[in-house]
């Protein structure tokens, strides 16, 4: 019994250290996300929600569980929602830059297909 | 077992997909397909625990994972970008709850579970449960108690029902002290002794209260500081729900989130120059700031301007800084913000934004607005990136910010804010302010900028001033 909690110490000290190294390296501007992000994972105690609401552990387990799994969804499916939603948002300006050069040659190239008999 | 191993192995893959979803944050570009992959991993996880031994009937499971889909999707799609921080100190609420319940659940089944009969009056025949789950499980519902209150605390600030003033009164910080304290000698006790449920669910009672009592004195500007940390304690609160259950998956998501919302909190603590402790227990930001220290305004003035003028030199300025602020989230005017940069780019201008850290109330709420705006990201810039960017500045266009330009945080020293990082919007050529009327920011103190011979005040809603700037500008 013991011996599971020192695995779970190295687990937890392992973890803090790779979201340290990780996080130091997410850019300021991503710090919204950042958090959006790290909320929605944080969503995956859905699994303990789960298996304490399957049924096995009685009733207050199970309405428990129950309430936990409607919380814990709703941050994971809002929380990776969000975070696509945001993500999504920031652009280059290469972006820009690119779609109006695309539109320019294509008006020239349908200007020149017309005419040309 | 070979279920067993199955679900380790999906819960192994998870764990990498979490991690690696996390790193792609490092950069935009990557950003969206690694949380993507993320995602997947969180899919994966959760079918691979539906095959789980201890599960008999799916019935209420389906049920909650149905109903979560229903309030989640909406939450997902449809909270506007400036509703972002409310959004995301409910999330941490919804976040600690689930731990909190499952805490309470394990607790009740490893105390009342197969314990019958004569068996149950032996002393210690009640601890089912072992002293280092225990230990994790009390942890767990003392921060995801805490964490519940707390983060509807913060939601309440930010959306606004609750005052966003600091709320003190006399012998607060010991109050508080004695109820934290009260919660860890519960806490000790419980290890002591796993099967008091009395002192269980007290513990429980009071980090509720606790949560309610911190969150009040902290006014609305911190909020950026109180947000990271409980979104740090949300994490801690998963992570210790992970030693609970015996799941290295939460350990490790409990982990990241814990150790990202702390980096969160101290990065937004220096950026205001102030410690931890001032911010959760100083009630910064109320009368008492604006008694203590700042110049008064006495026997100065402002040179206020008609969006005409401002156009005329916003125009023909060869480099603008914008400084965005909290006005510009509470005027919802990132869009005008771009068409007048934009406008100004096509004159021949060029446009960069300078994003203070702790301008707004969340950590990146401005890159998030101006992203919104299709404003392009490598047009944001940092506070070390600009600084020294000011001095060729034609003009510096301030909107809605106060205290992150207010030079008495260099030059002061009986300032409230003496010592915060500030941007040096003052070292512009010219600078335009763009400002409701000439009430004090969150420090409630003045701000010397306003009143600098080279700094012109464009009075009004921003949202209004800016659509006028844009027109005005169009004509130029």
Known sequence: MSNTFIVQLY??????????????????????????ATNAISGISLVGSIVAAGGKF?????????????????NVVGGFLITDRMLRMFKRDDGRAKRDEEKAPAKAGVGAGAGTP | ????????????????????????????????RGMQQAAVGMLLAVVGTLVHQDIITYGWIAGGLLLGTAIGYPLGMFVPMTAMPQRIAFSHMF????????GVAEYHHGSHGVVRGLLALLPGAAAEIGRPKMAALGFEVLFGALTVTGSFMAFGKLQGFITGRPVTYRGQNVMNLALFAAAVGGLLYLVYDPSSAVVFYGMIVVALAIGVLMVLPIGGADMPVVVSLLNSYAGLAASATGFAIGNNVLIICGALDGASGFLLSVLMSKAMN????????????????????????AGLTVQSVTPEDAALRLAYARSVIIVPGYGMAVAQSQHQVR?????????????????????????GHMNVLLAEANVPYDRLYDMEEINDQFEQADVALVIGANDVVNPA?????????????????????????????????FAGIENELFYDGKTSMLFGDAKKSLTQLVSEVKNV
């Open chain 1, 58 to 74: 009685g009733t207050v387990a199970t309405v428990l569980g129950f309430i936990a799994v409607v919380c814990a969804t709703t």
């Open chain 2, 339 to 363: 068409e007048l940069a934009e406008l100004i780019e096509k004159k021949g201008g060029e446009v960069k934004y300078a994003i203070h850290p702790v301008a707004g109330r969340m950590p």
């Open chain 2, 95 to 102: 976040g600690a709850l689930a731990a909190t319940l499952v």
């Open chain 2, 409 to 441: 945080a260099r030059t002061d020293p009986s300032s409230p804010i003496y010592g915060m990082p500030i941007l040096n919007a003052d070292r512009a050529r010219s600078v335009i302010v763009l400002k409701r009327s000439m009430a004090s920011g």
């Open chain 2, 274 to 297: 102030r410690s931890f402790t001032n911010v959760l227990f100083g009630a910064f930001g109320g009368e008492t700031a604006a008694a203590s220290g700042g110049k008064s305004a």
């Open chain 1, 11 to 36: 687990v937890f000290v392992l973890a803090a250290f790779v979201g340290y190294q990780v996080i130091t390296r997410v850019p300021p501007l991503l710090h919204t996300p950042l958090m959006s």
């Open chain 2, 1 to 32: 077992m070979i279920r067993e191993y199955f679900i380790q192995a999906v819960y192994l893959a998870a764990s990498v997909l979490f991690i690696l979803g996390l790193k792609s944050l490092t950069s935009p570009d990557r950003a969206q």
